[in-house]
């Protein structure tokens, strides 16, 4: 069976975290016929449940929030287009950690305990099944510090590095948000008592900003800032209503919702500026 000509592999800690900080970008490229793949690292076990009458589900309780977010993911990759999604080593391998330095960390299947090298020959797998030209993942902070997200990071650097005896990846990017946008927020933001930045008044001191020149794409996905508020209601337990992308969109525009940034870690530059394409060169 022949591969697609442009192949995007995501790798996301949790569910939700795919559709809120590459939702757009990844209903554009499933639209425009690209083969776009989500690897999903944890079932997020330890998320907040926003739905009061799902609160039984929590980990300290039932302990089933895991298996129904499985079913939040579903209906949110339909809302984006995409149909290929796999859990890091099959499904409920690696449990959410939880925030760094709280008990959950110590969890026996904690993904932010897993060895590196078996986690990542699991990715490397998958690298070598879809060879992607492109791979997005976090940054070595993991974009704010979450322990599973700086895991992923580790593993997804690692799995490209194994997987390179017979699939090289082009291009690697980090998804992170511009420092004027955020600014623009924050200052819109200034006197209302509702402030979707937790309160915060400085622009530098939110965990997810880059200076814009130190930018390499971005991408207009503007078209499916519909679809990718769609996938954000289909999180129900996990995304409030009133998060910051909705307040931002409706003051600010689409751009919050259906742009998205990136940093290229690994790869050339296709030109001067950010590049508008993550296939850009290829």
């Not at 970008?25 to 739905?51: D, K, S």
């Not at 819109?188 to 794409?217: C, H, I, Q, W, Y």
């Amino acid at each position: 069976m022949s591969l697609p000509a442009r192949r995007l592999l995501l790798v996301h800690a949790h569910p939700d975290d795919e559709t809120i900080t590459t939702g757009a970008t990844m209903a554009r490229y499933a639209a425009e016929g690209a083969h776009v793949t989500l690897v999903t690292c944890t079932l997020g076990e330890e998320g907040e449940i926003l739905v009061p009458a799902l609160a039984g589900l929590a980990a300290d309780q039932a302990d089933q929030l895991g298996g129904y977010r499985i079913g939040e993911l579903d209906v949110a990759l339909k809302a984006l287009g995409v149909s290929d999604q796999r859990f890091l080593g099959g499904t409920g391998r690696y449990r959410d950690s939880g925030m760094i330095g709280t008990p959950q960390n110590d969890h026996p299947r904690a993904f932010w305990r897993a060895p590196v090298e078996e986690a990542a020959a699991w990715l490397a797998d998958v690298i070598r099944e879809v060879q992607p030209q492109v791979v997005v993942t976090y940054d070595p902070e993991g974009l704010y510090g979450h322990p599973d997200h700086i895991q992923a990071h580790r593993v997804t650097m690692r799995a490209i590095e194994l997987a390179a005896d017979s699939w090289r990846v082009a291009k690697v990017y980090y998804p992170s948000e511009p420092r004027s946008l955020l600014a623009r927020g924050i200052e819109t933001f200034a006197t209302s008592a509702e402030n979707p930045f937790a309160g915060e008044r400085d622009v530098d001191l939110l965990p997810f900003v880059t200076a814009d020149e130190k930018l390499g794409a971005r991408i207009d996905a503007s078209a499916f800032a519909l679809a990718k508020q769609a996938a954000m209601r289909a999180h129900a337990t996990q995304v409030d209503p009133g998060t910051w992308l909705h307040a931002l969109a409706e003051n600010l525009g689409v751009e919050p919702v259906g742009v998205e940034y990136y940093i290229r870690a690994v790869g050339h530059s296709s030109g001067a500026g950010l590049e508008d394409d993550l296939f850009a060169g290829l």
